[in-house]
T-cell receptor, first 112, second 112 residues
Framework: DADVTQTPRNRITKTGKRIMLECSQT?????MYWYRQDPGLGLRLIYY???????NKGEISDGYSVSRQAQAKFSLSLESAIPNQTALYFC???????????FGSGTRLTVV | RKEVEQDPGPFNVPEGATVAFNCTYS??????FFWYRQDCRKEPKLLMS???SGNEDGRFTAQLNRASQYISLLIRDSKLSDSATYLC?????????????FGSGTRLQVQP
């Protein structure tokens, strides 16, 4: 099994719908992150969590929310999806040094 | 100005060639530096950390120039399997609140 598992792998949704992307990890890491990747823009940080009670906005948090349900689980929600949220979304984890991220395989989200 | 800037490429090189990528970062407080590799439609994976004194891992050599705020990656004896996008990554420690910042990547295509 993968160390960091994202579900779903692919999703097509309609504008205005609420959607949740899920991430779970078996690394035992405290820190978890959500990034989105768009062509030519690289990975941009949406939200990050340094432990279960610690949630922080990244550079592009508008339109997104997160929930850290347990050390191993960190979910990302789009409350009302819009087409410019079409992207590849990655969850990642790291230990407390913050070095050497482990990424999930990504969720390809299309908002139509 | 982007925090981390890279030439997007693509760099098209023949097998066996030596190729170098550079990356510049804007935040002088950045303290940790990495190169990640990303294959098409896959998650990024840590290639190597970058240390002030420079470091080597097989055919890969990473250098850091703090004064000029740039990082380099040298690949010797290129293989077809080196074809990927190489992401320059920095982290600012000290505040304890930051996550990794990714460049948008440099694409390498090694040709037979």
């Amino acid at each position: 099994d993968a160390d960091v598992t994202q579900t779903p792998r692919n999703r097509i949704t309609k504008t205005g719908k609420r959607i949740m992307l899920e991430c779970s990890q078996t690394k035992g890491h405290d820190r978890m992150y959500w990034y989105r990747q768009d062509p030519g823009l690289g990975l941009r940080l949406i939200y990050y969590s340094f432990d279960v009670k610690d949630i922080n906005k990244g550079e592009i948090s508008d339109g997104y929310s997160v929930s850290r349900q347990a050390q191993a689980k960190f979910s990302l929600s789009l409350e009302s999806a819009i087409p410019n949220q079409t992207a590849l979304y990655f969850c990642a984890t790291s230990d407390r040094t913050g070095s050497g991220y482990t990424f999930g395989s990504g969720t390809r989200l299309t908002v139509v | 100005r982007k925090e981390v800037e890279q030439d997007p490429g693509p760099f098209n090189v023949p097998e066996g060639a030596t190729v170098a990528f550079n990356c510049t970062y804007s935040n002088s407080a950045s303290q940790s530096f990495f190169w990640y590799r990303q294959d098409c439609r896959k998650e990024p994976k840590l290639l190597m950390s970058v240390y002030s004194s420079g470091n080597e891992d097989g055919r890969f050599t990473a250098q850091l120039n703090r004064a000029s705020q740039y990082i380099s990656l040298l690949i010797r004896d290129s293989k077809l399997s080196d074809s990927a996008t190489y992401l320059c990554v920095v982290n600012k420690l000290g505040t304890g609140r930051r996550a990794l910042t990714f460049g948008s990547g440099t694409r390498l295509q090694v040709q037979p």
